[in-house]
């Protein structure tokens, strides 16, 4: 699976974007995304989660009201719908997927770095007036 993350750009605090995961390679069907993000000095965090087992969704307390992940099978794509969103927000934002389907998935950036084997490239989010 090779993961194209998708969307970033610039944007004023209280607007909205949608970043995109796909896969340049196979089907995200069945497989778990998660969301990661890292600010400039900063540790990478988990945003936000999709599990391949049985679809459930988590969220950073930082984010949960604003931000949706939702999967498009049609055409192959995960989706992080961000809304209100806030200048903490600027990041380089990641997806990423286990190396097998049907799994859970994490927002624990420790556990993230053993439970995804596939990352992809990034994007980047700057909210500033």
């Known amino acids: 699976v090779q993961l194209q993350a998708s969307g970033g750009g610039l944007v004023q605090p209280g607007g909205s974007l949608r970043l995109s995961c796909a896969a340049s390679?196979?089907?995200?069907?069945?497989?778990?995304i998660g969301w990661f993000r890292q600010a400039p000095g900063k540790e990478r965090e988990g945003v936000s989660c999709?599990?391949?087992?049985?679809?459930?969704?988590y969220y950073a307390d930082s984010v949960k009201g604003r931000f949706t992940i939702s999967r498009d099978n049609d055409n192959n794509v995960v989706y992080l719908e961000m809304n209100n969103l806030k200048p903490e927000d600027t990041a380089v934002y990641y997806c990423?997927?286990?190396?097998?389907?049907?799994?859970?998935?994490?927002?624990?950036?420790?556990?993230?770095?053993?439970?995804?084997?596939?990352w992809g490239q990034g994007t980047l989010v700057t909210v500033s007036s």
């Open positions: 990423a997927a286990p190396r097998h389907p049907l799994s859970g998935c994490t927002i624990s950036n420790e556990h993230g770095r053993s439970w995804y084997a596939y």
């Open positions: 390679e196979g089907s995200l069907a069945n497989y778990a």
């Open positions: 999709l599990s391949g087992s049985d679809g459930r969704r």
